[in-house]
């Protein structure tokens, strides 16, 4: 079945500190979507990519999908102790079906 | 307020019990999802229904059954609860090409 990785698993930077997560494929993704979820809450969408080479910005988050849209990252510049959470990537399959990748947890320390 | 709700947001179910998890969603998508987050994990599929009157299975569909009441209300239902079922359960919906929005979720412990 499809699998979408991501990586790091887990990463603890002090505020201020840049990050990212990467999430890649063995396969041509068609487009990909990301996801925040805060401690204990549900899934909020962040982005959707679509085109090769896509870059996206949203404030400190910069989201981009690779040329060969087989990989996406998602970048944080200067974090800050609200981007606390795990960001997951997810490719849209038939049915508007989304498949999650396996998500990235992100602890800022103060 | 806009969005998905579901009903109820914590459980414990008994071995062998069943259970309705409820959702409804109030803004006019055609599209709804049932998925299920173990820790540490992502969220797999468990049921989607494409449009209202379709349903059909998901990555992990054993042990649940589901109904499109309508075009708002989607429900997970667990005919005999197992400890393999103790997960958090997360409906979701779209209008297609965009954003999941999804329920704040349910908290679900079988003992």
């Known amino acids: 079945g499809q699998q979408v990785m991501q990586i790091p698993q887990y990463q603890h930077v002090q505020e201020g500190e840049d990050f990212t997560t990467y999430c890649n494929s063995s396969?041509?993704?068609?487009?990909i979507q990301w996801y925040k979820q805060r401690p204990g809450g549900h899934p909020v969408f962040l982005i959707q990519?679509?085109?090769?080479?896509e870059v996206k910005k949203q404030k400190r988050l910069t989201f981009q999908f690779g040329e060969a849209k087989k990989n996406s990252s998602l970048h944080i510049t200067a974090t800050q102790t609200t981007d606390v959470g795990t960001y997951f990537c997810?490719?849209?399959?038939?049915?508007?079906?989304?498949?999650f990748g396996t998500g990235t947890r992100l602890l800022v320390s103060p | 307020n806009a969005g998905v709700t579901q009903t109820p947001k914590f459980q414990v179910l008994k071995t062998g019990q069943s259970m309705t998890l409820q959702c409804a969603q109030d803004?006019?998508?055609?599209?709804m999802y049932w998925y299920r987050q173990d820790p540490g994990m992502g969220l797999r599929l468990i049921y989607y229904?494409?449009?209202?009157?379709?349903?059909d299975k998901g990555e992990v569909p054993n042990g649940y059954n589901v109904s499109r009441l309508n075009k708002r209300e989607f429900s997970l239902r667990l005919e005999s609860a197992a400890p393999s079922q103790t997960s958090v359960y997360f409906c979701?919906?779209?209008?297609?090409?965009?954003?999941?929005?999804f329920g704040s979720g349910t908290r679900l412990t079988v003992v």
């Open positions: 979701a919906s779209t209008a297609g090409n965009y954003g999941y929005t």
């Open positions: 396969t041509t993704l068609s487009n």
């Open positions: 990519l679509v085109k090769s080479g």
């Open positions: 997810a490719e849209i399959t038939g049915f508007q079906k989304l498949v």
């Open positions: 803004m006019n998508h055609n599209s």
């Open positions: 229904s494409a449009s209202e009157g379709t349903t």
